[in-house]
């Protein structure tokens, strides 16, 4: 039976790989890395190919950072937008606790939908999107209260922006 030696060192994972098993170290540091990728919470940073003297003859060392993946949300969330008051641009940030279709829209004070900023399938996890404060023909907006709403599933959240030309 051959082996595969792991040696862990806080972030950093060290794989020593036998030649004899087949493919070129190349092929093997794929191999890996896709193993590596199906790992729940992890995600690779960067990796490197090297012979070392430490290395067993006929083998190959492999280094990857591996760092834990980002926490999912435990439910869905609209934050405040920042800069708020803004002049230009802001960031609006949002989370999906669940996979699902998620709107985000922008409203002027009458109730009228100005701008879509978001309006697609998402898996679940934590986003940003950036508004430029056009409207949807990309016509600048005037300053004023705007109002931007997330809606997904039975989630409904508005808050309120300010421009400030």
């Given at each position: 039976?051959?082996?595969?030696?792991?040696?862990?060192?806080?972030?950093?994972?060290?794989?020593?790989?036998?030649?004899?098993?087949?493919?070129?170290?190349?092929?093997?540091?794929?191999?890996?890395?896709?193993q590596l990728n199906e790992i729940p919470k992890v995600r690779i940073t960067e990796d490197?190919?090297?012979?070392?003297?430490?290395?067993?003859?006929?083998?190959?060392?492999?280094?990857?950072?591996?760092?834990?993946?980002?926490?999912?949300?435990?439910?869905?969330?609209?934050?405040?937008?920042?800069?708020?008051?803004?002049?230009?641009?802001?960031?609006?940030?949002?989370?999906?606790?669940?996979?699902?279709?998620?709107?985000?829209?922008?409203?002027?004070?009458?109730?009228?939908?100005?701008?879509?900023?978001?309006?697609?399938?998402?898996?679940?996890?934590?986003?940003?999107?950036?508004?430029?404060?056009?409207?949807?023909?990309?016509?600048?907006?005037?300053?004023?209260?705007?109002?931007?709403?997330?809606?997904?599933?039975?989630?409904?959240?508005?808050?309120?922006?300010?421009?400030?030309?």
């Amino acid at each position: 039976m051959r082996r595969i030696l792991i040696f862990i060192c806080l972030t950093i994972l060290t794989v020593i790989v036998p030649l004899s098993l087949g493919g070129t170290p190349g092929q093997k540091v794929r191999m890996l890395k896709a193993q590596l990728n199906e790992i729940p919470k992890v995600r690779i940073t960067e990796d490197s190919v090297s012979q070392k003297p430490v290395v067993p003859s006929g083998s190959v060392a492999v280094t990857v950072q591996v760092l834990p993946a980002p926490p999912l949300p435990l439910r869905f969330a609209l934050e405040q937008n920042y800069p708020n008051p803004y002049n230009s641009t802001t960031i609006i940030s949002y989370g999906c606790g669940q996979d699902g279709f998620v709107s985000l829209k922008v409203y002027n004070i009458l109730g009228q939908e100005v701008a879509t900023l978001v309006e697609e399938y998402k898996k679940a996890g934590f986003y940003t999107v950036q508004w430029d404060s056009q409207d949807r023909y990309g016509n600048s907006l005037a300053s004023g209260i705007y109002f931007y709403r997330m809606i997904a599933g039975q989630f409904v959240r508005s808050k309120k922006l300010v421009l400030v030309r």
